[in-house]
């Protein structure tokens, strides 16, 4: 589920930050077993937020729950 969910924002982050965040929480809520601990688009030099005028290098972190397992991903962008 973390894989489709880092997925669709890699596919959507053509239309920018705001977009990939956006795709990803999309494919996450369909999944009702899955609690969301953080989903982010991050500048990778300083994993801070980026916001929706960011452009270049990107990447898309989560971190979500099923049942008492805890889930860690990330994937790299590019943002227009």
Do not use: C, K, W
């Amino acid at each position: 589920m973390l894989h489709r969910a880092l997925a669709a924002a890699a596919s959507a982050a053509p239309r920018g930050a705001d977009a990939a965040r956006a795709a990803a929480r999309e494919v996450l809520a369909q999944e009702p077993l899955v609690t969301v601990d953080y989903l982010e688009v991050v500048d990778p030099r300083t994993f801070e937020p980026v916001d929706g005028g960011h452009h270049g290098p990107a990447r898309a972190i989560v971190a979500a729950r099923l049942g008492s397992t805890r889930l860690i991903d990330n994937d790299t962008l590019t943002l227009p």
